[in-house]
């Protein structure tokens, strides 16, 4: 059964705590399907150069960046993937458009739909910093976006901003802290591309996901078990439970109940509660 099992996850409020980023409460889980030599793949919004480093620090295979915008495979893993390789061996499969359109079209669908938006492109290290809690050297690798140019929705609607960017052949997603412009991509259609690609290789998983966010859905609809990581406040997102009715729900936010129900995957004598 490990053998056949793939670990999906979301990091900011799952596997990492919203607040500290930090990841201890989890190491249980993370040694369990270490020794199992269960794949882990990280799936979020981060940028590559956040991800890159934590991924090799987890002991994770492909990672998903920037909400779908590309999948990026370390040194060892999925070696008939073709995509551009850098000079440490990773090589990237680019899934969404260029942040540059992105930054242009955020601009002109915020005047289309009389919405105030504050994006990415036009905050400082120290601005991101102060609205995130992150280091500031970390708030400059969240930064280097490529494929997802991140806002704040400070008025208007965010419905017709939807109806705009869907016009033009765009998505508006949201996370835990800001609203996101993309191209044609999720991470769900990220995940169906890796899965797709481990079964070019003669690997078949069975597909345990889980999330915290309305940016989290798509991932976890295309898994074959999905687990949602409550909201500080102990609550699900109703966005997700709406969407998911018979999704499990982790016992408490955060990495301690991300370990808590990866354990009761990998060890079925495990229980959530």
């Known amino acids: 059964m490990a053998a056949e099992l793939l670990v999906a996850t979301d990091l900011d409020g799952c596997l990492l705590d919203e607040r500290t980023y930090r990841y201890e409460a989890a190491r249980p889980a993370l040694g369990a399907l270490a020794r199992r030599r269960i794949p882990l793949v990280l799936c979020s919004s981060k940028t590559r150069a956040e991800m890159q480093p934590l991924a090799r620090e987890l002991g994770a295979g492909p990672f998903v960046v920037e909400n779908g915008g590309a999948i990026v495979a370390p ?34 669908l915020a005047d289309e739909a009389g919405a105030r938006v504050r ?21 400059e690798r969240a930064l280097r976006r490529e494929y997802d140019e991140p806002f704040l929705l400070e008025g208007g609607s965010e419905e017709r901003l939807a109806r705009a960017a869907a016009r033009r052949g765009l998505r508006i997603t949201r996370g835990g802290r800001f609203h996101h412009l993309l191209g044609p991509v999720d991470k769900g259609r990220a995940l169906q591309r890796l899965i797709a690609l481990y ?71 495990t229980e959530f509660g």
């Open 75 to 108: 040194p060892g893993h999925l070696p008939r993937l073709a995509g551009r390789r850098d000079p440490e061996g990773y090589r990237e499969v680019v899934l969404g458009t260029g942040r540059d359109a992105l930054i242009r079209a955020l601009v002109e």
């Open 119 to 139: 994006g990415f492109s036009s905050l400082s290290v120290d601005q991101l910093a102060g609205l995130t809690g992150l280091a500031p050297a970390d708030a």
């Open 199 to 269: 079964a070019s290789e003669g690997l078949r998983f069975t597909v345990v996901a889980l999330g915290d966010s309305p940016n989290d859905l798509s991932m976890l609809q295309a898994a074959d078990r999905a687990i949602l990581i409550p909201r500080p406040d102990g609550a699900v997102d109703q966005t997700l439970r709406q969407a998911l009715p018979r999704a499990e729900k982790a016992p408490e936010p955060g990495p301690a109940g991300w370990n808590r129900a990866v354990l009761a995957v990998v060890e079925p004598v």
